[in-house]
């Protein structure tokens, strides 16, 4: 009986304990946190660290604070905090445990998955639709065009289109649709993007496993094209490379050219047209490092697909805001394979092969 009383006491002793050092935690993580200004740091710092400058971190963070009501507790966290950590994750990936130990931070892993479920949700319902909308008036269209006509020749062109993949842990479920090419689990990831590198339009819901024709024939952003197309918008189009279909408002390149022949022109012109989509996807990568091949995001595929949609549209807002581009270091490269799936009418198709034969005769 008095070895069972002593069993049972040094168990209390060690639990007090233990209690005694998470309270201390606690309040260190919270006397560092209320201590602390991210906004105070010097204008480099403070970008090299949160990847947007002052004026961008301060749109964010009103935005955020007119969505999330204040905590109502004495020791709930500030929206400043919220919103750096969130930035500290997405700039740097790794793990909500190491992020919450940066010492602008000072957040339990526990909080930080809870933040980061609030902060996702105000970029999918308030901030992603405003700053990523696909070019629809007129005007902007004719303005884009204008762009790309003047440095690459190329008439109509609106934006470029390409697919790239962000790679996740294993899903618990279904985990063969996202095992790709490469031998990683991954989403594939649609991006569209202008003259300035600000992204369009984003489709980040499809497996790994999934080609990057499949995702377009089944995307919202073709099924606009085509109702435009239908309602006599017949002088817009996109670019994009041979893993896509051809069609009357997607323009993809010649297969098996013939050397020093027209169709070979329209290649070389369309493939430097076409990098910028390559280089947004370098940039976007870069300043936002979770998305990097070589770390990979711990989530489910569809919070993984939420810090995607978030990456993007933060690209725009930095791009608008004029912050420093992040030093490129080159990208992830992912060659699609398997056959090209084409939906088009055979009437479109001919239509298409038109319109890439005449540009093609422009060129020469």
Same mark, same amino acid.
């Given at each position: 009986m008095h070895k069972m009383l002593n069993i049972a006491l040094r168990r209390f002793v060690v639990q007090e304990c233990e209690e005694q050092e998470d309270n201390f935690q606690r309040m260190c993580r919270r006397n560092v946190r209320d201590a602390t200004n991210p906004l105070e740091l010097p204008q480099t710092l403070f970008t090299k660290y949160f990847r947007v400058n002052k004026p961008a971190f301060k749109y964010l963070l009103e935005t955020c604070g007119s969505s999330i009501q204040p905590g109502k507790k004495q020791f709930s966290v500030p929206i400043i905090i919220k919103l750096s950590a969130c930035l500290r994750l997405f700039a740097e990936g790794g793990y909500q445990t190491g992020i919450g130990k940066d010492y602008y931070v000072g957040l339990a892993q526990s909080t930080l998955s809870k933040i980061l479920v609030e902060i996702l949700d105000v970029f999918e319902k308030v901030i992603c639709p405003y700053w990523i909308k696909v070019p629809k008036s007129e005007e902007e269209k004719r303005k884009i065009v204008q762009m790309f006509y003047l440095k690459h020749k190329i008439p109509g062109v609106t934006g470029c289109l390409d697919g790239t993949h962000v790679r996740i842990i294993a899903p618990t479920e279904n985990k063969y649709l996202y095992y790709n090419r490469k031998g990683n689990y991954s989403l594939n990831v649609m991006l569209l993007c202008d003259n300035d590198l600000n992204i369009r339009y984003v489709d980040a819901s499809h497996p790994g496993a999934c080609h990057d024709s499949f995702i377009w024939n089944s995307s919202g952003l073709r099924a606009y094209c085509e109702q435009q197309y239908l309602q006599g918008v017949t002088y817009?189009?996109?670019?994009?490379?041979?893993?896509?279909?051809l069609?009357?408002?997607?323009?993809?390149?010649?297969?098996?050219?013939?050397?020093?022949?027209?169709?070979?022109?329209? &290649?070389?012109v369309h493939s430097k047209c076409r990098n910028i989509i390559e280089r947004t996807n370098g940039v976007l990568k870069n300043r936002w490092r979770c998305l990097l091949g070589a770390r990979e995001l711990h989530y489910t595929p569809k919070k993984a697909e939420k810090i995607i949609n978030a990456c993007c549209?933060?690209? &725009?807002?930095?791009?608008?805001?004029?912050?420093d581009e992040v030093p490129h270091n080159g990208t992830d490269v992912y060659i699609p394979g398997?056959?090209?799936?084409?939906?088009?009418?055979?009437q479109n198709l &001919?239509?298409?092969?038109?319109?890439?034969?005449?540009i093609g005769n422009s060129l020469t």
């Open positions: 817009f189009w996109f670019l994009g490379d041979a893993g896509y279909p069609e009357p408002w997607l323009l993809t390149p010649h297969r098996n050219p013939h050397e020093g022949s027209t169709e070979m022109k329209f &290649n070389e549209c933060l690209l &725009n807002i930095c791009i608008f805001f004029k912050t398997g056959e090209v799936f084409s939906i088009t009418s055979s &001919n239509v298409a092969q038109m319109v890439r034969t005449n």
